[in-house]
Nanobody, 126 residues
Framework: QVQLVESGGGSVQAGGSLTLSCAAS????????MGWFRQAPGKEREGVAAIDRNGGTSYADFVKGRFTISKDNAKRTLSLQMNTLKPEDTAMYYCAATLRVLPDIQSLLPRTYDFWGQGTQVTVSS
């Protein structure tokens, strides 16, 4: 059974940092892409960062230079280090994974991912 469980969300002031983690089980070693997505109230879910099987990464423009995605294959965990947080980063953050081989240009599209966690809330106050 595939399961993704996020943790690490919370409330922080603007300029602060948080690290999100995603514990993966079930076929984790076969996933081609894993990613972080977010959804703010009233907005569509959007891609934040993704990492492929070989460690290649993709980032949305709005987080480049501030967020870093990484994974630990041995521990089957995915992480998102978030620095210099802004109020507009406030959202529910989701971990996702796919077995499909994706071109890089599709790695941040929610519709291309098959498995999702329940999400962890990140709130950034000004």
């Amino acid at each position: 059974q595939v399961q993704l469980v996020e943790s690490g969300g919370g409330s922080v002031q603007a300029g602060g940092s948080l690290t999100l983690s995603c514990a993966a089980s079930g076929y984790a070693y076969r996933w081609y892409y894993m990613g972080w997505f977010r959804q703010a109230p009233g907005k569509e879910r959007e891609g934040v960062a993704a990492i492929d099987r070989n460690g290649g990464t993709s980032y949305a423009d709005f987080v480049k230079g501030r967020f870093t995605i990484s994974k630990d294959n041995a521990k089957r965990t995915l992480s998102l280090q978030m620095n210099t947080l802004k109020p507009e980063d406030t959202a529910m953050y989701y971990c996702a994974a796919t077995l499909r081989v994706l071109p890089d240009i599709q790695s941040l599209l929610p519709r291309t991912y098959d498995f999702w966690g329940q999400g962890t809330q990140v709130t950034v106050s000004s």
